[in-house]
């Protein structure tokens, strides 16, 4: 199997497992702004809005995967009620990073919020904001968010060379010494300086060819444990990459990983049958396989025209 028609394949099946049960991620009745637990469920829309808005995107899918991913979307955005409890949340927590990471999907997708972009224009230059303290790849997530919203339309708001440079990848350390946490850092570090390989060129050339150098290595150490959702990101990475790494061996591994029914586990712990527990545990490793998928068949393909 060619990796085009693989990578298809897995993709394809995620974001319809992602598509099948979103009514399990669906928010609470009582859900406000306040949001108690973000990570519990207002996290993972923003994370499969993430993945339906990269492949429409793309647009290398197929005309069923294209009408799952607006659907797809569609769900996620009635969610925070069309864009309204992203703005309730920034009016109420000026500080908080994440109305402004969680719209950036949708704004790439076309689904725009006139008072939110308002408010985060404002927010967004205020010294206290701009001077919060969070891990250098956190920085970078925020940054890009801000590229694709439009709140940095000639992308000088931003230094991303210092930005990279700030990073573990950035000071291109010994690559053994690499930790699974660190290989999280690792892999966004990319997906925020390429925008999710959007900009290959945005990953300093340095960086690049260190990547270029040790990410087949990554992957098989993290692969040998089954570590699926970190090994998912790490071929993401690959497709972020000015030469794009996609090799069929990895993708036929990953296929072999994931069940029948699209889910992927997040490692080779058992699957749980309780349909919550399965959609809780591995819906972020379904996200990433379905974006993963998408921008395989993509670079292969040769792709859209990428940015500089």
């Known amino acids: 199997m060619t990796v085009t028609r693989t990578a298809h394949e897995v993709g394809s099946r995620a974001l319809t497992w992602l598509h099948t049960h979103r009514d399990l991620g669906a928010l609470p009745a009582d859900t406000t702004a306040e949001l108690a637990d973000p990570d519990s469920v207002y996290k993972p829309l923003g994370e499969s809005a993430l993945a339906a808005s990269l492949v429409l995107r793309e647009s290398v899918a197929g005309?069923?995967?294209?009408r799952v991913a607006r659907e797809?979307?569609?769900?996620c955005w009635r969610q925070l009620g069309d864009g309204d409890m992203l703005y309730e949340r920034l009016l109420r927590y000026s500080m908080m990073t994440d109305p402004l990471e969680t719209y950036a999907p949708f704004a790439r997708g076309g689904l725009r919020h006139a008072r939110l972009e308002q408010l985060l224009a404002h927010t967004s230059a205020l010294?206290?904001?701009?001077?919060?303290e969070v891990l250098p790849n956190r920085r970078l997530a925020v940054a890009n968010a801000a590229r694709v919203v439009g709140l940095d339309r000639e992308g000088r708001a931003y230094d991303w060379a210092a930005l990279g440079a700030a990073t573990w990848l950035g000071a291109t350390p010994e690559p053994w010494l690499i930790d699974w946490m660190t290989g999280y850092c690792v892999t966004h570090t990319v997906f925020h300086l390429t925008d999710w390989g959007a900009r290959p060129a945005g990953l300093p050339a340095g960086l690049a060819d260190y990547v270029s150098a040790w990410l087949p290595v990554w992957i098989d150490i993290w692969a040998e444990v089954e570590q699926w959702d970190l090994v998912a990101e790490l071929m993401i990475v690959g497709c972020c990459l000015p030469e794009p790494y996609c090799e069929a061996a990895d993708w036929e591994r990953l296929a072999r990983a994931q069940h029948p029914d699209g889910l992927m586990p997040r490692d080779g712990e058992p699957v749980p049958d309780d349909p919550e527990r399965r959609f809780t545990d591995h819906h972020h490793t379904a996200v990433v396989a379905a974006i993963a998928g998408t921008l395989a068949v993509s670079r292969t393909l040769g792709g859209p025209e990428r940015r500089p």
């Open 127 to 132: 010294r206290s904001v701009r001077g919060a």
């Open 72 to 75: 797809l979307m569609g769900f």
């Open 63 to 66: 005309s069923a995967e294209l």
